[in-house]
């Protein structure tokens, strides 16, 4: 089992900047996949940010030239670096994680989701 635990939300006004984190911990081989997604009340979860091990990216159309992902691998940690946020930019934003683990049986993969923190963003 693995968990997620996730920190940084908060309240900002518009413009300023949040960074959010998330370590994970338990039982696993390799984290392939970190990512961020975010949901508000009534809505699909959706695709913020996500890294790959090989550090490779991908973002949401909404968020591309404001919001870095990155990670630490040896923490298993990630970061979302959120900037110049928008009112709309308001949710709950939720740590993910893909990882596998070797067993007698072959290789298991697990799909994780932490917490999530509140980001509010007033105008």
């Known amino acids: 089992h693995v968990q997620l635990v996730e920190s940084g939300g908060g309240l900002v006004q518009a413009g300023g900047s949040l960074r959010l984190s998330c370590v994970a911990s338990?039982?696993?081989?390799?984290?392939?996949?970190m990512g961020w997604y975010r949901q508000a009340l009534g809505k699909q979860r959706e695709l913020v940010a996500v890294i790959y091990t090989g550090g490779s990216t991908k973002y949401a159309v909404s968020v591309k030239g404001r919001f870095t992902i990155s990670r630490d691998n040896a923490k298993n940690t990630v970061y979302l670096q959120m900037n110049s946020l928008k009112p709309e930019d308001t949710d709950v934003y939720y740590c993910?994680?893909?990882?596998?683990?070797?067993?007698?049986?072959?290789?298991?993969?697990?799909?994780?989701w932490g917490q999530g923190t509140q980001v509010t963003v007033s105008s």
């Open positions: 993910n994680a893909e990882t596998h683990i070797e067993t007698n049986l072959g290789r298991e993969y697990g799909d994780y």
């Open positions: 338990g039982i696993f081989d390799s984290i392939n996949a």
